[in-house]
């Protein structure tokens, strides 16, 4: 099982909006409304930040939406602010596996 | 609170085996699937096994099966892996978290270097 595919990169300034994506195939994210969204600062453990393709966990705020459209997902940060400065990874499941995106480093200018 | 904790990890030559444990707390530990995940030095996430809540179903990724075994002790609200013919490339610091195709607790990580 590949890896999804998502941009290396992806910045924007304070107050702006940033969207990455999660490509996938029709076996894992084409098939399944099972993709997350997790952000992760360095030296620390993963943080949830949308389940089911479009779900916010409480506390996170809306800032953070998720959408997909056939085999590609994608998650918008609006209102960029310092603390989004993070590695964000997709995870999708497969039908018996799970398979993490290869991440996207955001960087608030 | 949700916690989960670690433990286990450390450095073990090529061809030698480790048992990682996952303490947890403040959920019904028996209700939920649990999964370890694991991240090479620098590099990103990838998932590493899943466990049904009884136990009773478990699935590996393609490079870990046949070497790696996930475990659980319900009445000791316990995760494991068992990890034997360690390879180089199973250096990372392994994490274990609560649901499968949904992680809404992680655990703070436990590092397992393989080196000789």
Redesign the interface.
Known sequence: QSALTQPPSASGSPGQSVTISCTGTSSDVGSYDYVSWYQQHPGKAPKLMIYEVNERPSGVPDRFSGSKSGNTASLTVSGLQADDEADYYCSSYTGSNIVFGTGTKVTVL | EVQLVESGGGLVQPGGSLRLSCVASGFTFSGYWM?W?RQAPGK????VA?IKYDGTSK?Y??SVKGRFTISRDNAKNSLYLQMNSLRVEDTAVY?CAKG??????????TLVSVSS
């Open positions: 999964t995940v990103g996430l990838e998932w899943y699935n990724e393609d994490y499968t195709w949904t992680n809404d607790y992680w655990g703070q990580g």
